[in-house]
Structure formats: structure tokens, C-alpha cells
């Protein structure tokens, strides 16, 4: 099969131009990927500051009330799988499920062992850092954010609060998103990344068979025709209609025979 100088010059070629297409497109993919979770994640966590700041106003106030409401409001959104305040000591204060409310966070499970590492607990975190990964109870893939909350000098100098200025830190609002439709929009990109990489690769591999074909493999074949045609007796055969090397070879290759032709004519006159 690979015997024709065809198979051997296109196949070679035709590999190298598929591999490097394919190389380049997961490349994209990766990048696009990437980009795509980051925007994610920051839209969580601009979501998680809305939210802070849109309860501060009633945690200054004592409003409780009105922090349950503001809760039970953005839980209700289509994709939000929960949303919950819990204090400095990990009691859950304010929760979209009842159920959630007076409990203790786990602070070795999945978005509390980022901050409590060892004995320390770490104060600032950044978007990356605050976002973590996981699968819910109801096996839905979640992306969650932990904002901070933090004591303020409005905070600490109100009259109805007890906060004194030394505690920095007041509690978390943890919320997590749910990723289907990130889902859905990898699934779309990777389908049309393949349809696009099978596009390029027809184009780009045919494109250059093509021209190989034409301005390689036709030529050789043409030369090689012309040579066989230089065995018989009738050395005027016209160069095929070649360029560069390869008509400077006919060339060469017709005188060639011319010559031998005539030293074989010029010892068979001495011998006679």
C-alpha cells in the first residue's frame, strides 16, 4: 500500500496536518474552557457581594426578619441550589431550607477546610480560592462561593450591636449555583468544536494533498513517463511540460541519452 510514492508523500503529510489541527483545537478548547469556568465564578462571586451587601443594611438594624426574606428570596432563584449565613462559630443563622437553621457547618467539608487549615483560620481569600466544585445530595454538580462578612466600623460602633472593633470577622454567606447550564454550554462548544475540527481538517488536508498532487506528484510522474519513452529508439520526444528542477532534470536526463546514443552509434561505425 505505501509502495506508490503517492501513499508515501501524502499519508506523511496528511498525519502531520491532522495532528497538528487536532493539537490546536483541544488547545483552544482548554482555553475557551477555562475562560468560561473563571466567568462562572466570578459571576458567582459578584452574586455573593450583591447579596452581602443587600443584607447589611438589615443586619445593621437587627432586621431579622427581613434577612430571612432576603434569604428565601434569592434561594428561590432557578439556579441557586442554596444560599445560608452561619456565624463565626459555624451556627447556620439564616438558611432558604428551615431545615438548615441552628445547625453547625462541618468545617472539614468542601468550602470550610479552605479557610480552617491546622488550628488557624484564614481571613481573606480570593475569587479563585473562595469557589469550590462538588456534587449535592441530589447528585446536581454545584459551584459555590464563601464570602466573608466582615466587622466594619459601622458595624461595631451601632448601639443595638455587640461586635466590639477587635473582631474582625462576623460570619460567611456560602451560596452555590448550580452548573447545568455551564454544562449545557460545554456540551454545545465541544459539539461544535468537532464539527468545526472535522471542517478544518477536510479543507486543510485536502488543500494539501491537492497541491501536492499537482505540484509535486503530477511532475514526477510526467519525468517518469518521459524517461521511459527516452528507451526506444526515438529520442525526440517532446520535455512534459514541467518547471523548475524537474524540467532542468528532463532536460538533463534527454541529452543524456543523446550522448549515449551517439557513442554507441560512433563504436559500432569502428567496429565495422
Known sequence: MLKTINCRAILPVACAVTGFVIACCLLLYSFIKSDLIRGEIQHATDLA???VKSTRYAMLNGDRETLRQIIRNVGEQQQVEHVRIFNKKGLIMFSEDGAEVSRFIDKTAAGC???HVGSETRRHLGPMAQARQFANADGNDVLAITAPIYNAPDCYTASCHVHDAGQALL?????????APLKRTMGMLQNRMIVFTGMILVLTVGVVCALLYRQVLMPIRKLADFTEK??????DHE???VSGEMARLARAFQGMARRLREMEGGGADRRS
Open 239 to 241: 520535455i512534459p511540460e
Open 113 to 115: 477546610n479552605g479557610c
Open 49 to 51: 457581594d450583591t447579596v
Open 230 to 235: 527516452q528507451g526506444d529508439a526515438n529520442l
Open 171 to 179: 460570619g460567611t454567606l456560602d451560596i452555590g449555583l448550580s452548573q
